[in-house]
């Protein structure tokens, strides 16, 4: 069974700050997406990174995969309440698999 | 381009009775997924379809659980007896190609199912 760990759980930061959450997993995946749900919806993919110490910007969101295809950073600058969501971190578990972590729940105050 | 459509939004009924919850994917999408979303959790799959075959159950508690895709398009889920553990949000998901870059889940806004 495939360990992932997504920090921290829950997230509760000022509108206007930066920070960062993490994945990790003591398994070797051959790509990792990052997924965004909102109360009441379904999760929406945000991005996919595939080569080992990849860096990936979405707007003020920044993605990097570890060079050991390890675990996975979200980096979100100057955080706005309309980035107020669970973010699900889910790497690639076989050829039309993936696997679900817990999630990291950001809040943002305005 | 319609996306994932999923009912009811909201059930609620009594454990042992029984729930079905449908799903109709984005036209044109062979693989379908049911999850089931705990509060505070990631969502788990349950089954996974490739056309009209089931491609993994391994999740899926076959002893009360059953879903179904008959003609390779919408599908169901059925629980038969509920039991209280059972309360989460069920989300369908399709998926068009399964490339390495290209792969990408279309979620429903999934049913909540809350049973007492």
């Known amino acids: 069974t495939q360990l992932l760990e997504q920090s921290p759980q829950f997230l509760s930061i000022q509108e206007g700050e930066n920070l960062t959450v993490y994945c990790n997993s003591s398994?070797?995946?051959?790509?990792l997406q990052w997924y965004r749900q909102e109360p009441g919806e379904g999760p929406v993919l945000l991005v996919t990174?595939?080569?080992?110490?990849e860096v990936k910007k979405l707007k003020r969101l920044t993605f990097q995969f570890g060079d050991a295809r390890k675990d996975s950073s979200l980096h979100i600058t100057a955080a706005q309440p309309g980035d107020t969501g669970l973010y699900l971190c889910?790497?690639?578990?076989?050829?039309?698999?993936?696997?679900f972590g817990k999630g990291t729940r950001l809040h943002i105050l305005p | 381009e319609a996306g994932v459509a999923q009912s009811p939004r909201y059930k609620i009924i009594e454990k042992r009775q029984s729930v079905a919850f449908w799903c109709n994917p984005i036209?044109?999408?062979?693989?379908l997924y049911w999850y089931q979303q705990i509060l505070g959790q990631g969502p788990k799959l349950l089954i996974q379809?490739?056309?009209?075959?089931?491609?993994?159950d391994s999740q899926l508690p076959k002893d009360r659980f059953s879903a179904e895709r008959l003609k390779g398009v919408d599908s169901t889920l059925k629980i038969q007896p509920a039991k209280l553990e059972d309360s989460a949000v069920y989300l369908c998901?399709?998926?068009?190609?399964?490339?390495?870059?290209?792969?990408?889940?279309?979620f429903g806004p999934g049913t909540r199912l809350t049973v007492t």
């Open positions: 998901a399709s998926v068009l190609g399964a490339g390495v870059s290209s792969y990408e889940q279309y």
């Open positions: 398994s070797v995946f051959s790509s």
């Open positions: 990174v595939v080569t080992g110490g």
């Open positions: 379809f490739q056309n009209n075959g089931v491609v993994d």
């Open positions: 036209s044109g999408h062979a693989t």
């Open positions: 889910a790497p690639r578990a076989g050829w039309d698999k993936i696997i």
